[in-house]
């Protein structure tokens, strides 16, 4: 069964600030996932990777297969990017295994 | 861009009854999935669902669980003989075929509240 972690659990950072949130899994993956879930619960898809690198806007999503861990950076913080940041695995029937989450406060 | 929507937004539902969560998915995606995260918790996974049948469940989805297609874009869970303890959200979601592996795109969920 996959562990996913990640680190740290809750992040607070002023505007402007270059944030990374890591992500580290125990077995093999095909992909990995980045979620944002909003205050009020919802979640939205940021990234699905396999490998190297992706980019799409001012978030940056890498992942090291050998390595087992990903990170997701965010440049040019802005108080909106407030939000959990989840990382999840993909499982043999494309469930995902989530990761507790990282909570990002982005002060003005 | 599609959507994939669930109702209620809320339930409040007494110990003991049956409570059904509606989702319907993106309309050409054939691989649907139910979590649920409790309260401060990380989201979990209960089942996965194509071609009509369950592919994959969790220990969490036991015989208190059960879903269905009914119509062909209704996806729904059943709870039976709720437990204080089945209070989470609820969060729908469902993918394409295409290729290998595809985000999975989530509803915003069913706050379920037993009393």
């Known amino acids: 069964k996959n562990e996913v972690e990640q680190s740290p659990q809750n992040l607070t950072a002023q505007e402007g600030e270059f944030i990374t949130i890591n992500c580290s899994y125990s077995v093999g993956i095909s992909a990995l996932h980045w979620l944002q879930q909003h205050p009020g619960g919802g979640i939205v898809s940021l990234f699905m990777?396999?490998?190297g690198k992706k980019k799409h806007g001012r978030l940056i999503a890498t992942i090291n297969i050998q390595e087992k861990h990903s990170s997701l950076h965010i440049t040019a913080s802005h108080p909106r990017d407030s939000a959990v940041y989840i990382c999840?695995?993909?499982?043999?029937?494309?469930?995902?295994?989530f990761g507790k989450g990282t909570k990002l406060s982005v002060k003005p | 861009e599609p959507e994939v929507t669930q109702t209620p937004s809320h339930q409040v539902t007494q110990m003991g009854q049956e409570v059904i969560l509606r989702c319907v998915p993106i309309s050409n995606h054939l691989y649907f999935y139910w979590y649920r995260q409790i309260l401060g918790q990380k989201v979990e996974f209960l089942v996965s669902f194509y071609n009509n049948e369950i592919s994959e469940k969790s220990e969490i989805f036991d015989d208190q669980f059960s879903v269905e297609r009914p119509d062909g874009s209704n996806f729904t869970l059943k709870i039976r003989s709720t437990k204080l303890e089945d209070s989470a959200m609820y969060f729908c979601a469902s993918r394409g075929m295409t290729g290998g592996n595809q985000p999975q795109h989530f509803g915003d969920g069913t706050r379920l509240s037993i009393l």
């Open positions: 999840a695995v993909g499982g043999s029937q494309g469930n995902l295994i």
């Open positions: 990777l396999s490998s």
